[in-house]
């Protein structure tokens, strides 16, 4: 995560904003018709998107929009836009904002991407001489080189979006908004993307960023918003923010901890993160060596048992396991009591980033197991060569 600039005053005000749809149950002309002169039949519902939500963005900041589908998120970013209104409350910005809310927003089908380019900055209030300066560039940004003067309407999705987003980073906008644009497109022009966001926040702009993919809203973001059901459920610190997201998915309250699970005859007691020396860590450096020491605790005597450990993404996906089968170690007996097994990692190769250590015991492997979750937890830091879970040595020639 890359630390922004000191904010500066507030760019977007969020007063207490409910927006609530109506939902009509008769899909057909004909259905309406039929059921128009019935009564005591409801044929369309109110569906509220967004509800009593108040926040404060100010300048230079970088904030991601988090929680599944159906949430609120991307009416809440329209709110924000403009593009819809509140249907209670007040939403107040200042400044030049481009949006990126939905895929090809503001382009016509039946005109060519260069007309559509001029059409598209036009409305986010470029002049013509300005979007003629900047053409060029704009150009370039997309990578679609001779299909600029195509139809758009024969453009692929990431044609469409790679434009699109090239026109609303060419602005000049004070606050960008950006609706899961980011995950059109190939590998190289997320890149570009990201790298352009990146820049933005160097300069201060102030960048408001809807997100399925946790990886990319703790790399850009600095402040996380988590929604359920049109409410906000935890604003605060993007790693905090991201699990509060898998509280949220996962079907507990925000913080909650998971159900104790039945007594196991042996147990995972604590996890804890050291270096070679076998000091307590939170932050380890890329590449370097680091231990996993897990302490269980036995009810009785027990001749076998066997243990293992994960390394877990914020949004769970695994990075590394292993256990003591695996790596072909049999345990001795442990008495009753408190006992520990460390692994060694030799090279914490891991992209940099915030990570969760799990770990399992059990007498006899895979069988009446007992798993602490998010037992540890620590900080990967010092790699700024690649992006992504995995570190690695790269040259350019």
């Given at each position: 995560?890359?630390v922004?600039?000191?904010p500066g005053p507030v760019v977007?005000?969020?007063e207490?904003?409910?927006?609530?749809?109506?939902?009509?149950?008769?899909?057909t002309?004909?259905?309406r018709?039929?059921?128009?002169?019935?009564?005591?039949r409801?044929?369309?519902?109110?569906y509220?998107?967004v509800?009593?939500?108040?926040?404060?963005?100010k300048?230079?900041?970088?904030?991601?929009?988090?929680g599944?589908n159906?949430?609120?998120?991307?009416?809440?970013?329209?709110l924000?836009?403009g593009i819809v209104?509140?249907?209670?409350g007040?939403v107040?910005?200042?400044?030049?904002m481009?949006?990126?809310?939905?895929l090809g927003?503001?382009?016509?089908?039946?005109l060519?991407g260069?007309?559509?380019v001029?059409l598209?900055?036009?409305?986010?209030?470029?002049t013509?001489a300005?979007?003629?300066e900047?053409?060029?560039?704009?150009?370039?940004?997309?990578?679609i080189g001779?299909?600029?003067d195509?139809q758009?309407?024969?453009?692929s999705?990431?044609m469409?979006?790679?434009?699109?987003?090239?026109?609303?980073v060419?602005?000049?906008p004070?606050?960008?908004?950006?609706?899961?644009?980011?995950?059109?497109?190939d590998?190289?022009f997320?890149?570009?993307?990201?790298?352009?966001?990146?820049?933005?926040?160097?300069?201060?702009?102030t960048?408001v960023?809807?997100?399925?993919?946790?990886?990319?809203?703790?790399?850009?973001?600095?402040?996380?918003?988590?929604?359920?059901?049109?409410e906000?459920?935890f604003?605060?610190?993007?790693?905090e923010?991201v699990?509060?997201?898998?509280d949220?998915?996962?079907?507990r309250?925000v913080?909650e901890?998971p159900?104790?699970?039945p007594?196991?005859?042996i147990?995972v007691?604590?996890?804890?993160?050291?270096?070679?020396?076998?000091?307590?860590r939170?932050?380890?450096?890329?590449?370097?060596?680091?231990?996993?020491?897990?302490?269980?605790?036995?009810?009785?005597a027990?001749?076998?048992w066997a243990t293992?450990f994960?390394i877990d993404t914020?949004?769970?996906q695994?990075?590394?396991a292993s256990?003591?089968?695996r790596?072909?170690i049999?345990?001795?007996?442990i008495?009753a009591?408190d006992?520990?097994?460390?692994?060694?990692?030799?090279?914490a190769?891991?992209?940099?980033?915030?990570?969760?250590?799990?770990?399992?015991?059990?007498?006899?492997?895979?069988?009446?197991?007992h798993?602490?979750m998010q037992?540890a937890?620590f900080?990967?830091k010092?790699?700024e060569?690649?992006l992504?879970?995995?570190?690695?040595?790269i040259?350019?020639g």
């Amino acid at each position: 995560m890359v630390v922004s600039p000191r904010p500066g005053p507030v760019v977007v005000r969020v007063e207490d904003v409910t927006k609530r749809f109506i939902v009509r149950m008769d899909n057909t002309l004909k259905e309406r018709v039929v059921h128009g002169g019935r009564r005591g039949r409801v044929h369309k519902q109110e569906y509220t998107a967004v509800n009593g939500v108040s926040l404060e963005i100010k300048a230079g900041t970088t904030v991601g929009l988090l929680g599944p589908n159906g949430s609120g998120k991307s009416t809440l970013l329209k709110l924000i836009g403009g593009i819809v209104s509140p249907t209670e409350g007040r939403v107040m910005t200042r400044g030049r904002m481009a949006a990126l809310l939905e895929l090809g927003a503001g382009f016509h089908p039946d005109l060519s991407g260069r007309e559509n380019v001029f059409l598209n900055a036009s409305i986010m209030g470029m002049t013509r001489a300005e979007t003629t300066e900047r053409f060029d560039e704009i150009l370039d940004f997309s990578g679609i080189g001779d299909f600029i003067d195509t139809q758009v309407k024969f453009y692929s999705s990431g044609m469409f979006v790679r434009l699109a987003f090239a026109v609303a980073v060419h602005t000049d906008p004070d606050v960008l908004l950006v609706d899961e644009v980011l995950a059109v497109g190939d590998e190289a022009f997320q890149r570009k993307c990201m790298e352009r966001i990146a820049k933005f926040r160097k300069e201060g702009r102030t960048i408001v960023l809807v997100s399925h993919s946790a990886a990319q809203v703790q790399e850009l973001c600095d402040r996380g918003v988590v929604l359920k059901d049109g409410e906000m459920v935890f604003d605060g610190d993007v790693n905090e923010a991201v699990s509060a997201l898998r509280d949220v998915l996962e079907g507990r309250r925000v913080g909650e901890k998971p159900p104790p699970e039945p007594v196991k005859p042996i147990e995972v007691t604590r996890i804890e993160v050291l270096d070679d020396k076998g000091k307590p860590r939170k932050a380890v450096q890329v590449g370097a060596p680091m231990r996993v020491r897990v302490h269980v605790t036995a009810k009785q005597a027990l001749p076998t048992w066997a243990t293992g450990f994960s390394i877990d993404t914020p949004m769970g996906q695994m990075v590394l396991a292993s256990n003591t089968e695996r790596l072909g170690i049999t345990l001795p007996a442990i008495p009753a009591g408190d006992s520990s097994m460390e692994f060694v990692i030799d090279s914490a190769n891991f992209g940099a980033g915030q990570y969760f250590v799990n770990a399992n015991v059990s007498e006899i492997i895979d069988i009446d197991t007992h798993v602490l979750m998010q037992g540890a937890r620590f900080t990967i830091k010092g790699n700024e060569a690649n992006l992504g879970t995995v570190a690695a040595s790269i040259s350019a020639g």
